[in-house]
């Protein structure tokens, strides 16, 4: 498993070793840097996976690191604020930070805010598609539900992965052959029991689906979910 290298980004000595001691402890590698400038020197030296970063700092604040970082880098960026840089904030959302913590803030607060941007990050990287609790990853062929492996054969994970890379849209039987044999559609009954079969493997009650619906007399879709 990849340690994920996270690079806080603040003037204040003590929050950054704070930080630092918490995420250590839940095996991330930690960089830190007292101002962007110094926080941009990191970058320059060392793979980054997700920046903490202040608003306010000397020589160089928040606003102006995030908006020179995005010019070359995508990971997330979590913005610091204390309560009264509300504008500030805002405008840290618009130039490209993904998420703000406030001040003063848990340790578990942050920590949450971290291992949800990383994970979002890993699937965008990864090619992961994600629908509740379905997760189809197309660099491993692998299919897991609520976490659990879940074993397709070949056109049963074509039929999912088309319908999950375009979740609420309704296919055809005749559209699903064709997209997935790469041949005209002759004989389209082999694709209610191939999503039989799929209903069986990924639903918790089959006969009442939640992710995998028929859209009778049009074909099927797979429920988006919130």
Same mark, same amino acid.
Not at 173 to 185: D, F, G, H, L, T
């Given at each position: 498993?990849?340690?994920?290298?996270?690079?806080?980004?603040?003037?204040?000595?003590?929050?950054?070793?704070?930080?630092?001691?918490?995420?250590?402890?839940?095996?991330?590698?930690?960089?830190?840097?007292?101002?962007?400038?110094?926080?941009?020197?990191?970058?320059?030296?060392?793979?980054?996976?997700?920046?903490?970063?202040?608003?306010?700092?000397?020589?160089?604040?928040?606003?102006?690191?995030?908006?020179?970082?995005?010019?070359?880098?995508?990971?997330?960026?979590?913005?610091?604020?204390?309560?009264? =840089?509300? $504008?500030?904030? +805002?405008? #840290? &959302?618009? !130039?490209?930070? *993904?998420?703000?913590?406030?001040?003063?803030?848990?340790?578990?607060?942050?920590?949450?805010?971290?291992?949800?941007?990383?994970?979002?990050?890993?699937?965008?990287? =990864?090619? $992961?598609?994600? +629908?509740? #609790? &379905?997760? !189809?990853?197309? *660099?491993?062929?692998?299919?897991?539900?609520?976490?659990?492996?879940?074993?397709?054969?070949?056109?049963?994970?074509?039929?999912?992965?088309?319908?999950?890379?375009?979740?609420?849209?309704?296919?055809?039987?005749?559209?699903?052959?064709?997209?997935?044999?790469?041949?005209?559609?002759?004989?389209?009954?082999?694709?209610?029991?191939?999503?039989?079969?799929?209903?069986?493997?990924?639903?918790?009650?089959?006969?009442?689906?939640?992710?995998?619906?028929?859209?009778?007399?049009?074909?099927?879709?797979?429920?988006?979910?919130?």
């Amino acid at each position: 498993m990849e340690i994920n290298h996270v690079l806080i980004v603040e003037d204040d000595k003590e929050i950054r070793e704070g930080v630092q001691i918490y995420l250590q402890s839940q095996g991330y590698k930690v960089f830190q840097a007292a101002d962007g400038i110094e926080g941009l020197e990191v970058l320059e030296k060392e793979e980054i996976h997700l920046a903490i970063i202040d608003i306010m700092m000397p020589r160089m604040d928040g606003i102006r690191m995030t908006m020179k970082l995005r010019e070359k880098y995508d990971f997330p960026v979590i913005m610091l604020s204390a309560k009264s =840089e509300e $504008v500030d904030k +805002i405008t #840290g &959302l618009n !130039i490209g930070a *993904d998420d703000y913590v406030t001040k003063p803030f848990t340790p578990m607060e942050l920590m949450a805010r971290v291992n949800s941007q990383l994970r979002r990050y890993r699937r965008f990287l =990864e090619n $992961v598609h994600v +629908i509740g #609790g &379905l997760e !189809i990853n197309e *660099d491993t062929v692998e299919v897991t539900m609520d976490g659990n492996p879940v074993k397709l054969t070949p056109i049963e994970y074509k039929i999912l992965l088309l319908l999950a890379k375009n979740p609420g849209r309704v296919f055809s039987s005749e559209e699903i052959y064709e997209r997935v044999w790469q041949e005209k559609a002759i004989n389209t009954d082999t694709i209610m029991v191939h999503v039989r079969n799929i209903r069986e493997k990924i639903e918790i009650d089959p006969k009442k689906p939640k992710y995998l619906k028929v859209v009778w007399g049009v074909g099927y879709k797979l429920e988006k979910q919130s």
